[in-house]
């Protein structure tokens, strides 16, 4: 697991409540944290509940990846589904197999700094640290928090599209 210091720059949600297709919605939110900010994801919860034929979906994932030898982007996807059914909708004549729910997508973005912890093992090496942070480098810590606020807010930003453009096109 990420040791070192963790400063949390970004925490958000979107909340959506219509037509959906979760599966291809589920995918594309993995493929798009794979390929844009090119984390490596684990996905640390899955659980559904079965409520008659409506499911309640939670889902957990953390992904990683090293900036530098000294930062590196921690970021925590939530998805809470909220009976979600399947339903057929007509589109151009054809029937589609569709989901209908409430979908609630949380993000936070954490930028971990000395996250092997080389710094942490005296008292002498943490004050060096904090020197070398607010003296040395500020400007590269900004830089970095700024990426990742970038990559948290446009990730929302393309599950909310992806949602809203989904839910247009097939109802």
């Known amino acids: 697991m990420v040791s070192g210091e963790k400063d949390k720059v970004f925490s958000s949600k979107i909340k959506y409540d219509g037509l959906m297709d979760f599966k291809e919605f589920y995918k594309f939110c993995y493929q798009w944290l794979i390929e844009e900010p090119e984390l490596e994801v684990i996905e640390n919860k899955y659980a559904e509940k079965i409520s008659g034929d409506a499911k309640n979906i939670d889902v957990e994932w953390t992904g990683f990846r090293k900036v530098t030898d000294y930062f590196k982007f921690q970021v925590i996807v939530k998805f ?49 640290r904090s020197i070398y942070e607010k003296w040395v480098i500020p400007s590269r810590v900004k830089e970095y928090e700024d990426k990742l606020v970038k990559a948290c807010n446009d990730f929302l930003a393309q599950a909310k599209a992806f949602l809203d453009l989904e839910g247009k096109t097939n109802f």
């Open 80 to 128: 809470k589904v909220i009976n979600l059914t399947n339903v057929e909708v007509l589109q151009d004549g054809k029937k589609l197999k569709m989901n209908k729910g409430s979908v609630e997508v949380s993000i936070s973005g954490t930028l971990v700094k000395d996250y092997d912890g080389k710094f942490e093992h005296t008292s002498t090496q943490k004050f060096m």
